[in-house]
Nanobody, 118 residues
Framework: QLQLVESGGGLVQAGESLRLSCAAS?????????????IAWYRQAPGKQRDLVAA???????TYADSVKGRFTISRDYAKYTVTLQMNSLKPEDTAVYYC???????WGQGTQVTVSS
């Protein structure tokens, strides 16, 4: 069964960058399932709902929330079974727990904390 493992969160100052990674884990078929899946990043700040940040389809088409357009870039490496979220020009309002999601099967990772100080 496909499992998702996130990494790359941390504490940074406003204007700095972070790179989050979501990697496939699990059975031998997990990587194939990962690559044919749309993978999305969501985030949830304390007391708020979980919102979509960016998504990438199996064909590489991307979608971004308006609040991160021009600052965040989502990409995938089919050989390494990973999806990366490059976050530049971070703002305090980007502070949240970031979750990786595989659309088919609605599979979630454990989340990684991103904190941006002003």
């Amino acid at each position: 069964q496909l499992q998702l493992v996130e990494s790359g969160g941390g504490l940074v100052q406003a204007g700095e960058s972070l790179r989050l990674s979501c990697a496939a884990s699990g059975s031998a078929a997990s990587g194939i399932i990962f690559n044919i899946n749309t993978i999305a990043w969501y985030r949830q700040a304390p007391g708020k709902q979980r919102d979509l940040v960016a998504a990438i389809t199996s064909g590489g088409s991307t979608t971004y929330a308006d609040s991160v357009k021009g600052r965040f870039t989502i990409s995938r490496d089919y050989a390494k079974y990973t999806v990366t979220l490059q976050m530049n020009s971070l703002k305090p309002e980007d502070t949240a727990v970031y979750y990786c999601n595989a659309r088919v099967g609605n599979i979630w990772g454990q989340g990684t904390q991103v904190t941006v100080s002003s």
